[in-house]
């Protein structure tokens, strides 16, 4: 009997197990994150850094409306653009990204700027982003912090 009652309780917990296990990769999330990275900072008392993630969503169309990272006060989405040969950046409210569609940010697009960071970037570092999209919900990633010029290659 006793046996019996444990065998039950191990095959509920197997069972949540495989539940919780599943849950992260699933589809219930339908983007997959592909690369991640940052550059890391000129100098030591840079206060503003950016980062670059290229994702797939699998299914329907989905909109990026947030970004957050515990390695700056502020995270917020930017693009850069042309402007009279100059390049500037402008802040994004969000990113669309089409059914079965590709995001890629990059140098000169779109960038995840974070401004305040709580210490310089460094090469080989990683850093935590928090991605929030208005179907999929939040997705968590680690970039690689690289050069920094990194992604002009
Ligand atoms: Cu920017």
Redesign the pocket.
Same mark, same amino acid.
């Given at each position: 009997m006793r046996k019996t009652l444990i065998e039950v309780a191990a095959a509920i917990l197997l069972t949540l197990a495989a539940i919780l296990a599943l849950a992260p990769g699933a589809s219930a999330s339908g983007v997959m994150i592909t690369k991640a990275y940052a550059r890391a900072s000129a100098t030591p008392g840079a206060q503003s850094g950016?980062a670059y993630v290229s994702l797939m969503v699998h299914g329907d169309a989905d909109r990026l409306v947030a970004v957050s990272t515990p390695a700056a006060k502020m995270a917020g989405l /930017?693009k850069s653009v042309l402007v009279d040969g100059v390049v500037k !950046?402008e802040h994004v409210d969000a990113i669309d990204i089409p059914a079965h569609g590709r995001l890629q940010m990059k140098p000169g697009g779109y /960038?995840i !700027?974070m401004m305040g960071l709580t210490q310089p970037l460094k090469e080989g570092d990683e850093i935590e982003l928090t991605l929030t999209f208005e179907k999929a919900g939040e997705v968590k990633v680690n970039a690689t912090v690289g050069g920094v010029a990194a992604g002009m290659n």
């Amino acid at each position: 009997m006793r046996k019996t009652l444990i065998e039950v309780a191990a095959a509920i917990l197997l069972t949540l197990a495989a539940i919780l296990a599943l849950a992260p990769g699933a589809s219930a999330s339908g983007v997959m994150i592909t690369k991640a990275y940052a550059r890391a900072s000129a100098t030591p008392g840079a206060q503003s850094g950016a980062a670059y993630v290229s994702l797939m969503v699998h299914g329907d169309a989905d909109r990026l409306v947030a970004v957050s990272t515990p390695a700056a006060k502020m995270a917020g989405l /930017h693009k850069s653009v042309l402007v009279d040969g100059v390049v500037k !950046m402008e802040h994004v409210d969000a990113i669309d990204i089409p059914a079965h569609g590709r995001l890629q940010m990059k140098p000169g697009g779109y /960038h995840i !700027m974070m401004m305040g960071l709580t210490q310089p970037l460094k090469e080989g570092d990683e850093i935590e982003l928090t991605l929030t999209f208005e179907k999929a919900g939040e997705v968590k990633v680690n970039a690689t912090v690289g050069g920094v010029a990194a992604g002009m290659n």
